[in-house]
């Protein structure tokens, strides 16, 4: 059998992960869980505990033009030789039966930050929660962002089905700390929690926090610990990932008695950014990259148009065959009720749904394009802003064309 295939189970990563002998490894590990939210969290996490003097290693996904994204060490991808050492390693541990892609590129994370000496390790789960990879680590928090409808032909049907998944991911005796979640999700985490042995608290227990001034107080206490902490990413979504990460580091640093300064959360919440969530590149037209490919994350998306004032002149939009095209579809209509939309084909992907078929779903007037670059000229002739969005592959596609977006921070102010 090859070194990588699609199989949902934890045998084979944790073979690895004992070959190496990391399965407890001398870093602290935060494993960063849910639909929608876990790359900002995890990234706003990964700046907090850097800004608090640790060497951080940060595991997200996707990337969108090399593996190395997925990788970073006090927020810079490793080193060429670095990773192959990883790699190879991670290849010389896998067992006979080979690893799946995201199981390969875990192990080789898990080796990296072991490598690299970092204190603390922020993990962002792939796919759900029972049978992520990172789940095979002693954990020392587990982070719940907000659970939403996808993946449903995986997870299963229903919120219930999809929460229990994750859900999965709690331990017996490690914390775990919830955004605001939908009742249906929430009564599952709290019955799991129940049955595991896990302590559960909602971000609101921790830390009170007041996005209009970004002021921050432990839960009952009378006096503000930081004011000013403000996310740099945009959005009410934002402001509430942002105020899990707070709990999330509050839980961590106070269990292992790092003093917690008011400069550090306002730095790092000032700086942590991730490519394509609402990124604004100025220029004529401005762009807007967002990736939102979800129910829930479309209604964000809609939510921070209007919160900043934004009206696209035109979207680009495109979403893959698994998603569920019929509720999503209405949504991407209303972002801009007016402006046309465009679609390209994604030729390189063979997940992705059909131009022509997505078009026709949203109605007039969208337009199927023939690939990413006719549709930037199309939508760009419009005169104002042109919002992309819809599909990671998509935004993978934009930064392909202009690959320096998606390093230069300063585009996102």
């Not at 939210?37 to 907090?48: N, V």
């Not at 490598?115 to 020392?140: Q, S």
């Not at 002021?215 to 000013?228: D, F, L, Q, W």
């Not at 008695?257 to 550090?264: L, N, P």
């Amino acid at each position: 059998m090859g070194l990588f295939h699609m199989d949902l189970g934890l045998e084979r990563v944790h073979s690895a992960t004992a070959a190496l002998n990391l399965l407890s490894p001398s870093y602290g590990v935060i494993h960063v869980v849910g639909t929608n939210g876990k790359g900002s969290t995890s990234r706003t996490i990964a700046e907090l505990a850097r800004a608090h003097g640790l060497r951080v290693g940060l595991y997200a996904s996707p990337h969108f033009i090399t593996p190395r994204e997925r990788i970073l060490v006090d927020g810079r991808m490793l080193p060429p030789d670095a990773w192959v050492r990883s790699a190879n390693a991670a290849m010389d541990a896998a067992p006979p039966e080979g690893l799946t892609y995201f199981e390969f590129l875990t192990v080789l994370a898990i080796h990296a930050f072991d490598a690299a000496g970092v204190d603390l390790a922020v993990m962002e789960a792939g796919l759900g929660g029972t049978y992520d990879a990172a789940g095979v680590l002693r954990t020392d928090l587990t982070v719940y962002t907000a659970i939403g409808m996808d993946h449903e032909a995986i997870l299963g049907p229903t919120l219930a089905d999809i929460a229990a998944d994750k859900a999965g991911a709690m331990r017996g005796g490690t914390p775990v700390v919830t955004t605001p979640q939908d009742d249906a999700a929430m009564r599952v985490l709290t019955a799991h929690a129940a049955d595991v042995g896990a302590p559960l608290f909602r971000a609101a227990d921790v830390l009170d926090y007041a996005p209009e001034t970004g002021t921050i107080r432990r839960a009952k206490a009378h006096a503000p610990s930081a004011e000013g902490v403000l996310p740099r990413m945009k959005g009410p979504h934002q402001q509430r990932n942002l105020h899990l990460a707070l709990a999330a580091w509050h839980l961590y640093a106070e269990a292992r008695d790092i003093a917690i300064t008011a400069d550090a959360c306002r730095a790092a919440a000032a700086t942590a950014m991730v490519p394509g969530r609402f990124q604004h590149i100025p220029g004529e037209p401005d762009i807007y990259l967002d990736g939102a490919h979800n129910p829930q994350a479309l209604t964000a998306l809609a939510q921070t148009l209007r919160a900043e004032g934004i009206q696209p002149a035109a979207v680009i939009f495109t979403c893959l065959a698994d998603k569920d095209l019929g509720t999503i579809a209405p949504q991407v209509r209303a972002l801009a009720p007016d402006a046309p939309v465009y679609v390209p084909e994604m030729p390189d992907n063979s997940r992705a749904r059909n131009a022509a078929e997505t078009a026709r779903a949203i109605g007039a007037p969208a337009h199927a394009a023939p690939d990413m670059a006719s549709a930037l000229s199309r939508a760009k002739s419009h005169g104002g802003p042109v919002l992309l969005c819809g599909s990671l592959y998509l935004l993978a596609a934009f930064f392909t064309l202009h690959p320096e977006h998606l390093s230069d921070n300063d585009h996102t102010h």
